[in-house]
T-cell receptor, first 113, second 114 residues
Framework: DAKTTQPNSMESNEEEPVHLPCNHS???????IHWYRQLPSQGPEYVIH???SNVNNRMASLAIAEDRKSSTLILHRATLRDAAVYYC??????????????FGTGTRLTIIP | EAGVAQSPRYKIIEKRQSVAFWCNPI?????LYWYQQILGQGPKLLIQ????????DSQLPKDRFSAERLKGVDSTLKIQPAKLEDSAVYLC????????????FGPGTRLLVL
């Protein structure tokens, strides 16, 4: 499975934007970039995903580098409820029916009031 | 829409005992996953079902772990006998087998083996 590299931890002030980086230099053409987050004492939840173009949804934005070797999850205005571990995951879409998620250790985001 | 349900939420057992976890996926989701999450690590896939068939169980320790999904809906994961290193959170997730294939996770069962 293609690997991702994320910082272990980040801090951000409340109500400011947060940029969470992810490196995936060995990404293949069929890999989608997925982001999940895990709030304390909960199961992970889906945030956003993309292939080549930048993506926006109600939770966040995903900026993907032109060479696809890195991406950035953007939380436009962080709140205390965004404090969580954020996982960047490559999901191979070519193996239809077995598109498993391989989690790393993620980035622990702390929001400072 | 009801989420993924899991029970029990917490379980404490002694080593060499047996334990079972139950999962009820979101209605209509054909794919069901069991993950193990050890403290400080990301979740690790143990087994994936498509309806009632196994798609991937390559990381399931089959000498002690077993899982079934009878009738393609609910699933149970069993550990027999448990070891100290099995202390972890066991997460169940489900997804559609079409479209974005987003995985929806339950709250997990926290297992402590003494």
């Amino acid at each position: 499975d293609a690997k991702t590299t994320q910082p272990n931890s980040m801090e951000s002030n409340e109500e400011e934007p947060v940029h969470l980086p992810c490196n995936h230099s060995t990404i293949s053409g069929t890999d989608y970039i997925h982001w999940y987050r895990q709030l304390p004492s909960q199961g992970p939840e889906y945030v956003i995903h993309g292939l080549t173009s930048n993506v926006n949804n109600r939770m966040a934005s995903l900026a993907i580098a032109e060479d696809r070797k890195s991406s950035t999850l953007i939380l436009h205005r962080a709140t205390l409820r965004d404090a969580a571990v954020y996982y960047c995951i490559l999901r191979d879409s070519s193996n239809f029916g077995n598109e498993k998620l391989t989690f790393g250790t993620g980035t622990r985001l702390t929001i400072i009031p | 829409e009801a989420g993924v349900a899991q029970s029990p939420r917490y379980k404490i057992i002694e080593k060499r005992q047996s334990v079972a976890f139950w999962c009820n996926p979101i209605s209509g989701h054909a794919t069901l996953y069991w993950y193990q999450q050890i403290l400080g690590q990301g979740p690790k896939l143990l087994i994936q079902f498509q309806n009632n068939g196994v798609v991937d169980d390559s990381q399931l320790p089959k000498d002690r772990f077993s899982a079934e999904r009878l009738k393609g809906v609910d699933s149970t994961l069993k550990i027999q006998p448990a070891k100290l290193e099995d202390s972890a959170v066991y997460l169940c997730a489900s997804s559609h087998n079409r479209g974005r294939r987003v995985q929806y996770f339950g709250p997990g069962t926290r297992l402590l083996v003494l």
